[in-house]
């Protein structure tokens, strides 16, 4: 069994309520809310994989919109004693996923500026959600297997919040396609 993860019910509203061989997770916006529904989700069953899926704001030119399969994640709104950006006191700067692919730069915020973005993008951030670091780290901590796929729903600039409320829906229709070509549902 696999379990399908989202941080908000609009991120799956395309797909099917029941999928067969999924169970499903809606977690809540941002790290906390991330790490505590999928440590829950963990101590009460076994998971064969964890499919991760959402949307993310694009920080790089380089990034055209699509789905991207996520390699690595960093924070981007932590510092460690020294006042390193990127750094945390008790964790890893970067998590691998096992996979191939982008890396995403994980904050508590919703990144619609371009301070934030030139920063995201010195850290070596390409994409930025608020989730996928938490979700990568609790899923090592139970030796699940994590896939995290990312739909680009904005650059990340300035109105990006609203761009955001406007996209969702195509961006979950994008993704469910996806999965069921991956996944064979």
Known sequence: MKLLVAALASELQAFPAELPGFDRLVTGPGKLMAAHALTRALDAKRYDEIVVVGTAGAVSDDIESGIYEVGA????????????????????????????GVTIATGDSFVDDADAVARIRSLGGVLVDMETFA????????????????????????????????VVAACSAELWEHVRREYGV
């Open 73 to 100: 994640a960093i924070q981007h709104d932590v510092q460690d004693l020294d006042g390193v950006i990127g750094q945390h006191v008790g964790l890893p700067a970067l998590l691998q996923t096992g996979r191939e």
């Open 135 to 166: 979700l990568v780290w609790v899923a090592q901590r139970f030796d699940v297997p994590i896939r995290v796929l990312r739909v680009v729903s904005d650059r990340a600039q300035d109105g990006a919040t609203q761009l955001w409320d406007d």
